[in-house]
T-cell receptor, first 108, second 115 residues
Framework: TQLLEQSPQFLSIQEGENLTVYCNSS?????LQWYRQEPGEGPVLLVT?????EVKKLKRLTFQFGDARKDSSLHITAAQPGDTGLYLC????????FGTGTRLQVFP | NAGVMQNPRHLVRRRGQEARLRCSPM?????VYWYRQLPEEGLKFMVY????????ESGMPKERFSAEFPKEGPSILRIQQVVRGDSAAYFC?????????????FGPGTRLTVL
């Protein structure tokens, strides 16, 4: 059974701080996606990483896919209150397996 | 350029009634997926459909739940004889034919409450 563990589970930081969220598995994934979900809404796709070692940047967000394609990280530089939300990694073939989630709160 | 549409956004049913949840995929997308998010739990896959075909229903409960994606019209997730444990947020996602297994785009969800 493929599982995706995310850490930390909760993160509360001040505006301007940097943070990293991790997504780990013992299984190999052909690709991993990162989503952000706000209360009462559906997950919004941020990025898909496909190649081992790949790094993708989306403004202040940097996503990395591990060389062995078993793990991924999301780094946010100079966090802002608008970054607050639930961050989810997901992977799988035909059906997505979602990670346990990281709930981020950024205080002004 | 409309995204994935789901309706209704909120649905209240009494125990024993039927719930019908609708999903219109993004334009040009022919693959539809349904997920369920129980309170304080993560998103769990239920079913994967293409037009007129169920591809993978390994996450669907064996009884009372069914899904379809007809040639014309939206995909429907149907729950018969609802029970309190069916209360959850149900999300639909779609993907384009060229990348069926990753890059899924999600709708806003239908929040089902069973009284």
């Amino acid at each position: 059974t493929q599982l995706l563990e995310q850490s930390p589970q909760f993160l509360s930081i001040q505006e301007g701080e940097n943070l990293t969220v991790y997504c780990n598995s013992s299984s190999v994934f052909s690709s991993l996606q990162w989503y952000r979900q706000e209360p009462g809404e559906g997950p919004v796709l941020l990025v898909t990483v496909v190649t081992g070692g790949e790094v993708k940047k989306l403004k202040r967000l940097t996503f990395q896919f591990g060389d062995a394609r078993k793990d991924s990280s999301l780094h946010i530089t100079a966090a802002q209150p608008g970054d607050t939300g639930l961050y989810l990694c997901a992977g799988g073939h035909n059906k997505l397996i979602f990670g346990t989630g990281t709930r981020l709160q950024v205080f002004p | 350029n409309a995204g994935v549409m789901q309706n209704p956004r909120h649905l209240v049913r009494r125990r024993g009634q039927e719930a019908r949840l609708r999903c219109s995929p993004m334009k040009g997308h022919s693959h539809v997926y349904w997920y369920r998010q129980l309170p304080e739990e993560g998103l769990k896959f239920m079913v994967y459909l293409q037009k007129e075909n169920i591809i993978d229903e390994s996450g669907m409960p064996k009884e009372r739940f069914s899904a379809e994606f007809p040639k014309e019209g939206p995909s429907i997730l149907r729950i018969q004889q609802v029970v309190r444990g069916d209360s959850a947020a149900y999300f639909c996602a779609s993907s384009p034919p060229s990348r069926p297994t990753d890059t899924q785009y999600f709708g806003p969800g239908t929040r089902l409450t069973v009284l």
